[in-house]
Nanobody, 131 residues
Framework: QVQLVESGGGSVQAGGSLRLSCAASGYTYSSNCMGWFRQAPGKEREGVAVIFTGGGSTYYADSVKGRFTISQDNAKNSVYLQMNSLKPEDTAMYYC????????????????????????WGQGTQVTVSS
């Protein structure tokens, strides 16, 4: 079965950094894209960043541009999220998502967490940023 396992979450002070990892397994071919989403208490799940595995194109939420960087290691079927200059508003459960079968996620709508185009999700890793 397809599995996505996140790691790297934790508690940090504002201005600190964390690096999240997502290891994927259980499928033969590369995914169309892999993304990071987050959900804070009382809020909808929102897209943070996505990387399209074929060409490496990346997209970010406006709130994290310049602070977060998504990257991939296709040989290891892994995706990472380097988070710098963390703010209390970044506090949330962070989830890894993968698009491995059609219908495919498109660059125009990558941030829609509720879309069935993301086929698999990890269990999440908590990020807490204190002021």
């Amino acid at each position: 079965q397809v599995q996505l396992v996140e790691s790297g979450g934790g508690s940090v002070q504002a201005g600190g950094s964390l690096r999240l990892s997502c290891a994927a397994s259980g499928y033969t071919y590369s995914s169309n894209c892999m993304g990071w989403f987050r959900q804070a208490p009382g809020k909808e799940r929102e897209g943070v960043a996505v990387i399209f595995t074929g060409g490496g194109s990346t997209y970010y939420a406006d709130s994290v541009k310049g602070r977060f960087t998504i990257s991939q290691d296709n040989a290891k079927n892994s995706v990472y999220l380097q988070m710098n200059s963390l703010k209390p508003e970044d506090t949330a459960m962070y989830y890894c998502a993968a698009d491995i079968e059609p219908p495919w996620v498109s660059p125009a709508t990558w941030y829609r967490a509720g879309s069935s185009e993301y086929n698999y999700w990890g269990q999440g890793t908590q990020v807490t940023v204190s002021s």
